[in-house]
């Protein structure tokens, strides 16, 4: 019998050592960017954080240059954008479209896209073309529909009851009291 399958010379089970970071090269970040851009769809500055943290733990296990590093994460970032592998106007105008499509209010979309660092001006361009295509009103009654609010609740009976709270949670998704009373008043569809 093997005496390598006895089970005599394995290793007892415990929690596992993290995975030793690589060593920052030009081509590594490349290969990394490339790699997160094939998974996601990411702004400059979403890519240039994942990129970041690479780098830093790297340069922490493996010591280094951390200018040198951002030089090429900025070259790398820069011939991403001229080739057009990362571009934030599309970004901007696809997650615009789709969160306005999910029924999120104005107010929601263009927060989510500060955070994922897209620029201002950008973001309000964005966030009208996507409201000229659905209005605030429609939005809010698609997201009262998937929240099964106001006149979308399966018992009719505690509509009435339930009418503050389903105000209030119209209100947390970035609606204006105006257009929350109006579709949680509305008649069922």
Sequence with gaps: MDESRDGEDRKPAGPRTPKRPRKVTPKYLENAALHYLKRYAA???????????????????????????????????????????????????MKATSLRASGRSTRMIAQKLRMKGVPAELVARKVADASSEVSDEEAARIWARKKRLGPFRKNAQTREENRQRDLAALARAGFSFGIAKKVIDSEPT
């Design 43 to 93: 702004t400059r500055s979403q890519l240039q954080r994942v990129l970041m943290r690479r780098v830093d733990k790297s340069l922490k296990f493996h010591g280094g240059d951390r200018a040198e590093a951002l030089k090429w994460m900025d070259e790398l970032v820069a011939k991403l954008v001229r080739n057009g592998l990362l571009n934030d106007e599309a970004y901007a105008r």
